[in-house]
């Protein structure tokens, strides 16, 4: 029998439900990078780069499945330039120490790195950024794909209200009750108080059995593994620097870019704790219907 024939033939019945599973597509190269991105208040969805929808809603309900419990670090060199797309020239997955494949790291280590000391970047802020990555699927579309989310800074420390809590607080405020996060609905909507992008988190109600499940599934996925953690061309697809003219600097020689929706935040050891009641299940419309694929 051809290949041809084989894949024309009828179907068996046990294989007509069968969608293409993370492993065949990972063989086979499909490995577009999805994320949600939180640029200019509105979540928009990029896959390799390029905008293919947005939803202007101020909050959306994702399970959460994975997370690099690490806080990150990212430094650029020279000035931000909106729209631009480049690698970073440094950059730490654990917030500890440059990434291995780094040729010409800013420090040997993160702490004590002169781009860490506040002043080294724009006004008071710090050159090297902290964020932390998330894998998350929509709630409408648990079964779906895995999308990344990149956390700025003032999305992660900080304190807040039960119902407004960044990402930190949210984490421990779960983990205070005995609950897994990605057991959870979480709402997460942008902070109408803050002037940059700014998300906030709350818990909305616990998965129902099946979607637990899945959940657990997916974020032991090849998609979701890799959403958490740093390369140099995750940057929204863009392609790694050939050869980083900066070396090991001391004091202020290099002037970090600073981006306007990354201002840097205090981490604090507070938290709230009450117990969590779980809300009853409401009724969204398809959140992948309310993207919307206006480029104004």
């Known amino acids: 029998m051809s290949n041809i024939a084989l894949f024309n033939q009828n179907l068996p019945d046990y294989l007509k439900e069968v969608e ?34 947005k939803n202007e809603n101020r909050a959306m309900n994702v399970v959460i499945v994975n997370g690099n419990p690490h806080v990150s670090r990212q430094f650029y060199a020279g000035a931000y330039v909106a729209g631009e797309s480049v690698a970073p020239d440094c950059w730490s997955n654990d917030g500890i120490t440059p990434d291995p494949s780094i040729e010409s790291a800013q420090n040997k280590t993160c ?72 057991t959870l609905v979480t709402e997460m909507k942008f902070d109408s108080d803050s002037a940059t992008p700014k998300l906030t988190f709350k818990p909305v109600r616990f998965l129902e059995r099946e979607e637990w499940a899945i959940a657990k599934e997916k974020g032991n996925s090849p998609a979701a593994k890799s959403a958490v953690v740093q390369t140099p061309t995750q940057t929204d697809g863009a392609k790694p ?29 507070k938290t709230a704790k009450k117990n969590v009641e779980p809300a009853a299940k409401k009724e969204f419309a398809d959140v992948l219907n309310e993207w919307s694929t206006d480029d104004e």
């Open 20 to 53: 293409l599973d993370d492993l065949t597509k990972s063989l086979a190269g499909n490995t577009a990078l999805k994320r949600v991105s939180i640029r200019g208040g509105v979540f928009r969805m990029m896959v390799n780069g390029e905008e293919i929808a």
């Open 111 to 182: 702490d004590g790195c002169p781009q860490n000391i506040k002043g080294s970047g724009s006004g008071d802020s710090r050159a090297c950024r902290f964020q932390q990555r998330l894998a998350v699927v929509l709630e409408s579309d648990i079964n779906g794909d895995v999308f990344q989310l990149t956390l700025p800074s003032t999305s992660i420390f900080g304190r807040g209200d039960l119902d407004k809590m960044p990402f930190q607080q949210y984490a421990k405020y779960v983990g205070s009750q005995g609950k897994n996060i990605n």
């Open 241 to 269: 620097k050939k050869e980083s003219k900066y070396k090991l600097v001391s004091g202020d020689e290099i002037v970090g870019r600073a981006k306007a929706d990354d201002e840097i935040a205090e981490p604090t050891k």
